[in-house]
């Protein structure tokens, strides 16, 4: 008879995945935002006297410190200044010192938040002309007034565009749920169900900036059919924690179908011919399903003998080949006792072992090919054109097996380590 009884749970899982952006493409992107002229006063009676043209002379260097950008804008000036008597030209070159605090939001939005701190001539606008003098000081805070809102808002714009994280982290949270076919010849399905994620604050380190998403999740995975799509839960609010390193283990309750079991089997088996003496039977069909927590293996026989056999064993972890053996792998009582009667031939014959070696090799051979194509999918997996994930599978170790309506479900435990490269910014 089918029967199920056992009860198991899923253990939460955590993956600690390193975000590494290089700021020298973070320097890219801000140098192809602010282009050409940056501010023009084309008003000489406005006041001041003067018209100003302020154009970008070299490209805008960063550097990084704590939480902090700061960076040098060299700018190349054009002026006219109304003399009353004439009007006169002069050119100069300044450089503009900012700086750009950042942060993460509550709701993954990175903040930033620009101030101008000086500058320095680089070549001063000279005019000597009948004891007249330009006022550089004032031109310097004009060129400082009129510039900043320009400035500073670019900046903060293409640092936040350019490192959009609540979109990257929202896509990424919604494919966390969807089934990834890890392996097209086993059937093979992962689902990593996330239940939580955070990230530990933004450093800078050299010419990177560097944090760290944490995910907490209760991953599946399913040899057989493709699994139905969870409905993914709301994108928490960010959690920040102090500090997490770069590694994961992941407990997986991996699913085989019965019916995906069935199909290898049937691999394996049919068309197997078993003799003793002048009698012989084929396997015409091999039928899986749990009874209690062990599994029944119904072999539907012809020839010297039409009919089905039942064989029971237990599913159990051999921690010395970290793999899951059907222990003691036996007829039935109710199918011994009629073989005896009617074909003992059979109870000497090698099919019992044939099989029972077949169940075995079924479970061992597609954890390791598991592990093969987890490998595979993690070195340089492209999660978007610009975000690569890039990681090792260090261990795979198994930690028991269970029996539900309708699969062998193994709890496997995955060892190794992540990190998200953030590249092309611009």
Known sequence: MEEYQALFEDTPSTLNIPVDIDVRELEQSINEQLKGLLYEDNDIRDGDKMMIRAEKKEPIRLS????????????????????????????????????????????????????????????KPRLKMGGFNLPIGFIADLVLKNSKSVVTRNIDQAVRDQFDLRTMVQDAWKQMYKPILVSEDY?????????????????????HITATIFVEGKPHVRIGQQPQPIQPLPL????????????????????????????????????ETFSQGKRSVLIEDVELYGQGDKIVVNTVLR????????????????????????????????????LVRSAGWLLKSTMKKKIEENMNFLLDYNLKEMQAQFQEQLHNYKLT???TLDGELRELGIENAYLSQESIIIALALKGKLNILVKGLN
């Open 236 to 271: 928490p609010p960010l959690q920040m924690k102090a500090s997490a390193g770069d590694d994961f283990t992941l407990h997986l309750n991996t699913e085989i179908t019965y019916e995906e079991a069935e199909r290898l089997a049937k691999a394996q088996l049919l068309g």
């Open 303 to 338: 020839g010297s003998y039409n009919g089905s056999i039942y064989l029971v064993g237990k599913p159990v972890y051999n921690p010395q080949k970290n793999t899951i053996d059907v222990e003691s792998l036996e007829y039935t009582l109710d199918t011994r006792n009629f």
């Open 64 to 123: 990084v410190d704590s939480n902090l950008i700061q960076y040098r804008v060299p700018l190349a000036l054009w002026i006219k200044y109304d003399l009353g008597i004439s009007k006169v030209e002069a050119e100069g070159d300044i450089a503009l010192n900012l700086k750009t605090a950042f942060g993460l939001s509550p709701n993954w939005d990175i903040t930033t938040k620009t101030e101008i701190e000086g500058y320095d001539w680089l070549r």
């Open 187 to 207: 059937n093979t399905w992962l689902t990593v169900n996330p239940q939580f994620i955070g990230m530990t604050p933004l450093v800078t380190q050299g010419n």
């Open 385 to 387: 054109e610009k975000v």
